[in-house]
């Protein structure tokens, strides 16, 4: 029974085009977030939402859009892909607070 | 700007030895230092964390060291296994961040037989 899942795992597209990435989570958590890797492994998050709110929104470029619909829900859409897009997206939640952060097991997005 | 300064970037280790991944951090208002392991293909996973008003905690075989006046703090992987063989991430948070985690630019490690 997967805690975190997100789909699709792989998504391969052209330049210019529009992707959503969906996200759930069954853990019960009130805090959900977009975590991108790039090509480097390195972790930086994008969005938190926290009940259905935005609380965090970093420096993201506007094509991004995330929406969460209740609190074990959040999307991602993306407008206009460019190349520099292409990434594993995780999704992740926990209970707001400190604590274990609950991983998704990864979009990876190749923009071509 | 990263706020979490991981080193070394990878790393081979023999199995039986020791494997010694090290962070160092300048903002004195993180209070919360987990370690995540990544295998291919999947997401990380919380390994162990620390706060720093302790310098030490161990679980099995994983050892945080935290040094708070260096602001510095390490994940020591003792009787390394090949399955040990992953990327670890050190990540530093604060209180009031709402879950904003700052990770490190991660460290493979290559746990060969």
């Known amino acids: 029974d997967t805690a975190v899942s997100q789909t699709p795992k792989y998504l391969v597209t052209q330049m210019g085009n529009d992707k959503s990435i969906k996200c759930e989570q069954n853990?019960?958590?009130?805090?959900m977030y977009w975590y991108k890797q790039d090509s480097k492994k390195f972790l930086k998050i994008m969005f938190s939402?926290?009940?259905?709110?935005?609380?965090i929104n970093e420096t993201v470029p506007n094509r991004f859009s995330p929406k969460s619909p209740d609190k074990a829900h959040l999307n991602l859409h993306i407008n206009s892909l460019e190349l520099g897009d292409s990434a594993v997206y995780f999704c992740?939640?926990?209970?707001?607070?400190?604590?274990?952060?609950?991983f998704g097991e990864g979009s990876r997005l190749t923009v071509l | 700007q990263q706020q979490v300064k991981q080193s070394p970037q990878s790393l081979i280790v023999q199995k039986g030895g020791i494997s010694i991944i090290n962070c160092a951090y300048e903002?004195?208002?993180?209070?919360?230092f987990p370690w995540y392991q990544q295998f291919p293909g999947k997401g990380p996973a919380l390994l162990i964390a620390i706060r720093p008003d302790v310098s030490e905690k161990k679980e099995g075989r994983f050892t945080i060291s935290f040094n708070k006046s260096a602001k510095q703090f390490s994940l020591h992987i003792m009787d390394s296994q090949p399955g040990d063989s992953a990327t670890y991430f050190c990540?530093?948070?604060?209180?009031?961040?709402?879950?904003?985690?700052?990770f490190g630019a991660g460290t493979q490690v290559v746990v060969t037989p």
């Open positions: 853990l019960g958590h009130d805090t």
């Open positions: 903002n004195t208002a993180f209070d919360y």
């Open positions: 990540a530093a948070e604060r209180g009031d961040s709402w879950g904003k985690l700052q």
């Open positions: 939402y926290n009940n259905k709110e935005l609380i």
């Open positions: 992740a939640s926990r209970n707001v607070g400190i604590g274990e952060l609950f």
